[in-house]
């Protein structure tokens, strides 16, 4: 990484308040080139949550003042009812909140410093506000830069899996509601208003996770901020960028398909992070494209970025199967548009054990998963990061764990490289035992030697084959013609390898299971796997590199407690039953500069018994720590879910604490219906 001042002095503005009409005050944090005031310029926001001052400094102090230093005001403004904003935080991606940040680009666009010119970026949640927003066209929003964020929270974001139910909905749902009642800083409120402003705010801790398990279905909650509703909304530039180790790729490729405007991609093999540093790498000089990008579309500059391929992708080349990697190896390629002229469908027919391009005999197989089968399977999304930055075993390990329990399905040795770019999609031909169940399919890479790397996978509740909106149950011993889309990946398998489907019944931790244990009768012969196969280009190989990876300075930090990182598998061969847990601890570290210290640790446990859905049980723990001198908070929730055939049963509990004493503390229990809309 190479740390750049940039052409320009920047000058920063710590704490500024943006009044909205209804008088509530929005804490922004700005970057400003030295002459702004002067010479006045665009402005680059970003929309988030997760407190400016003590919560996102380190990465802010690498992103915005690079910006400035390229002649952009940096704006980074905390949600309403989050770190120092006023007011009160309702649930994720609310109107109030796009209403509010269409009222501060207005404010942003008539300061002194900007000329009037504004663009969105984000990661994650700012990734979608930037989506979001882009969709009520404020005047003044030129352009975004989406990165990690989907544009249909139904059926590709942290809650639902083809109409599956995640676990991450409880994980993220935990944090959601916990890292987001954390105080606002003394320093930046006030010191004699701070407790009274964290009180009201502690008093309206909800945890929404309760919503999005209610809402099972794809109804007006969810179409809510999903800009795929409206694609024609958004008619500024949009770049979309993300990583194949994330769980929000598949997005790009839809935007490229559906936006009408002006509209970029990039993916690379990264996680849940910025390209610049991001893992596994290559990383790349991320921030010099985004500079590329405002020039050309917020100064006008002619940058050449608009005359390159639409979409860039990393074709990721086969490695052993490992819970991380520092890089995964590959290479880049460039397609004009999206769908790609360059990309074919070739079709393998399903045999007993065999894909074939040519037509295989009849079969009738049936699987009956254990409830287990997943344990292999990594985090939904990774974002590779362990106790003091050191890579989490968040990936997918050997894929032989599962395949025992799977129906399994082999091509023969492959004697030429096999280049997949696009969603894998499988058609088959099956009857269900139960009105509901889920059907997960796995694209792995078999090597010579055996190992068994996971590629992509995807799953679907059968009861949403046909809609995500009125679901309906399987009728017993019917045969149904079902088509599972698998996750978008760029992936070369190689000569000598073969490639492998596998389904299941189960993908455990990931999905909550079906309430029944279910088993599917597939016709082999009537099925097939539809793959993507791109043709190499001439042009592939001259692609102009990206340049190294450079940010501004970070904000100097201290490691007080190094933090550690655990993922276990436990099994019980007299019960059968089988425990994940992992448990991250980042330690203690201080932000220098404001003399803060920041804790945090999660804990997550998994556990199910092989023939018994209704034995799932997910338990998550979070717990975030930040003080300075007097100031000492710590909030820290807790949720439990079981089930039984017809309900979900939440039990979620919430504690925060001051100068080491719990100060507040509420619990919530919720026994939510079940229908055929979550298996």
């Not at 985004?290 to 940058?303: I, P, Q």
């Not at 100031?631 to 925060?656: C, E, P, Y």
Request: hydrophobic share 35%; charged share 20%; net charge negative.
């Amino acid at each position: 990484m190479r740390i750049t001042p940039g052409p320009l002095p920047v000058t920063l503005i710590e704490n500024i308040w943006i009044k909205l009409s209804d008088g509530t005050r929005l804490a922004a944090k700005i970057w400003l080139p030295e002459d702004a005031e002067i010479s006045p310029v665009p402005a680059i926001l970003d929309y988030i949550p997760y407190d400016k001052r003590n919560g996102t400094p380190v990465g802010d102090e690498e992103l915005f003042p690079y910006f400035a230093a390229h002649g952009y005001a940096s704006v980074r403004i905390d949600i309403r009812g989050t770190g120092d904003s006023e007011g009160l935080f309702d649930d994720e991606y609310v109107k109030q909140e796009q209403d509010d940040a269409v009222e501060a680009i207005e404010w942003i666009t008539q300061q002194i410093w900007c000329n009037g010119s504004v663009g969105m970026i984000g990661i994650s949640w700012g990734g979608f506000s930037a989506l979001q927003v882009a969709a009520r066209r404020p005047k003044g929003l030129k352009a975004i830069i989406t990165h990690c964020s989907t544009d249909d929270r139904y059926a590709d974001d942290a809650h639902y899996m083809g109409g599956c139910l995640l676990n991450e909905t409880l994980g993220w749902g935990t944090a959601c509601f916990t890292r987001l009642s954390q105080s606002p800083d003394p320093e930046i409120v006030g010191k004699d208003h701070w407790r009274a402003m964290w009180m009201e705010r502690l008093e309206n801790v909800r945890p929404t996770l309760i919503d999005w398990v209610a809402h099972q279905r794809r109804d007006d909650f969810w179409k809510h901020g999903s800009v795929c509703e409206d694609y024609g909304a958004i008619d500024c530039a949009v770049f979309a960028t993300g990583g194949w180790t994330d769980g929000y790729s598949n997005a790009i490729f839809r935007l490229l398909s559906n936006l009408k405007g002006p509209r970029k991609g990039l993916v690379g093999p990264w996680g849940h992070d910025y390209p610049y540093s991001a893992a596994p790498g290559p990383v790349i000089g991320y921030l010099q494209e985004c500079v590329r990008w405002w020039d050309h579309w917020l100064k006008g500059k002619d940058t050449g970025i608009m005359r390159e391929p639409m979409l860039r992708s990393w074709m990721m080349d086969w490695v052993e199967p490992a819970t991380s990697y520092d890089e995964w190896p590959g290479h880049w390629v460039a397609d004009t548009s999206w769908p790609s002229p360059y990309v074919t469908s070739k079709v393998f027919r399903l045999g007993t054990g065999r894909l074939s391009e040519q037509a295989l005999p009849e079969v009738t197989l049936d699987i009956c998963s254990p409830e287990t089968v997943g344990i292999a399977g990594g985090e939904w999304c990774a974002y590779m990061l362990g106790g003091g930055g050191a890579p989490g075993p968040d990936l997918p390990v050997d894929q032989r764990w599962d395949d025992g329990g799977s129906l399994v399905f082999d091509s023969q040795v492959l004697t030429e490289a096999t280049p997949v770019l696009g969603a894998p999609i499988l058609e088959v031909e099956l009857s269900c035992d139960k009105p509901t169940a889920i059907l997960a399919a796995r694209l792995s890479d078999v090597s010579p030697s055996g190992e068994v790397t996971r590629v992509t996978y995807g799953l679907l509740n059968l009861a949403h084959r046909d809609s995500h909106e009125e679901p309906q149950p399987m009728e017993a011993g019917k045969s149904y013609r079902i088509r599972l889309a698998m996750n978008d990946v760029g992936y070369i398998f190689p000569p000598g390898h073969r490639i492998r489907l596998s389904v299941s019944t189960a993908y455990w931790p990931i999905a909550f299971p079906a309430p029944e244990h279910a088993t599917l009768t597939v016709q082999a012969g009537a099925s097939g796997l539809h793959l993507p196969i791109r043709t190499p280009q001439p042009g592939d190989d001259d692609l102009p590199g990206f340049g190294e990876p450079e940010c501004s300075s970070p904000m100097p930090t201290t490691v007080l407690k190094p933090g550690h990182v655990e993922r276990v598998v436990r099994i019980d061969p007299v019960t059968r039953q089988v425990t994940v847990t992992l448990r991250r601890d980042n330690g203690t570290w201080r932000l220098d500069p404001i003399g803060t210290v920041i804790g945090f640790k999660k804990h997550m446990i998994y556990s199910v018994a092989e023939n018994d859905p209704t034995s799932a049980r997910t338990e998550v723990y979070y717990r975030y720590e930040r003080g300075r001198g007097a100031w000492q908070t710590a909030v820290q929730g807790r949720t439990v879910m079981t089930a039984t055939k017809s309900a979900f049963q939440l039990q979620i509990d919430f504690d925060a604490f001051e100068s080491g004493e719990r100060i507040f503390c509420k619990s919530w229990s919720k026994a939510l219906p079940r229908s055929c809309s979550t298996q």
